[in-house]
């Protein structure tokens, strides 16, 4: 009876775990790479990686006592760490596992089939065919093999093991308190920054009124009641204060009709341009009062001393040309300023 296998059989019950690094991000020269020269770089640990996982040529991978030596284990899973492809080795060789785990084997070497065409996909793709033990691998400063039945494989796997370290206190207790003192001295130093901030603004808020009162003052005399509201509606707007149209409409009867609203809009907050339209259509009710002008003695003298009509016009003339071309205004403007100095 003929008997044909497809794949090499596997023979043995395992008697331990090896944990063997494959291979390492790099460059070589090989003579057997395409172009002569071996690229292992990440995209590449991760095909192999996906591709031993698929089964494109097993599920388990045969590992060799050096290349095309007795088969001495079986590859049963393979992992990704930082730049490095690691293997699970299930031995079924006692007298080769007892080598590894005295020393007398230490590395592990990969058979790689690169373009290796899958006969069932159709796919070009890059494998990974095997494993040898071998103390002279090909690419040097790989790490040692490392039994895992002399401390758990969760301790000797990598991923876990950056687990279990970050499980561990990084500070200890002395230094946490420090932390926490210092965090709760910033989050009162942050408390107090904000009420002085808060009673910054107060202030602010406080002599810009204080101000506005002084300037109020000065031109009291001047100003009606209703200019007075109107700038203080105004001064309040420019403050970011909101102010209802109702407010100002309950003050001043004519503001729906001044400002063309609706009853409706009174409820909304009035704008800097309302109020200002307000307070100019207020300007001019206001009566005119005396005040006092100033005289220019010689102006003064010169046209009382002058005699004729026509003397008194020249004069007037050439005093409002003179302060028209001084001043930057009009003659008109310049005539009413001469004649209210003479009176």
Known sequence: MLVCYLSEPRIGSAVGRVRAQVLRTGRWLHPNAPNGELVIDRDRLHALARNFRDGIVGYELPVRMEHGGDLVGWITDVELDDEALYATVEMVDPQAYEQIRQGKMRYASAELQLNYTD???RQTVDVLRGLAFTNQPYIKRMEPLVTLSESTRMAECRPCQKEAEMTEPIIDEETLEKLVEKAE???ALESELARLRTQQTHLSEKVSQKEYEMLLSEHAVRLTPALIDLFTYAFRVANGERIALSEIQARFPQTVYRLELSESELTRPATMQEVLKLLLSEIPTVPRTERP???DPTVSLSLRNEGGSRALTQLVDD???KLARELGISYGD?????????L
């Open 185 to 187: 001295r910033a989050d």
């Open 334 to 342: 310049a005539i009413k300023r001469v004649v209210r100095e003479v």
């Open 319 to 321: 005093r409002a040309n």
């Open 119 to 121: 006969p069932e996909q």
């Open 293 to 295: 002008t100033y005289v």
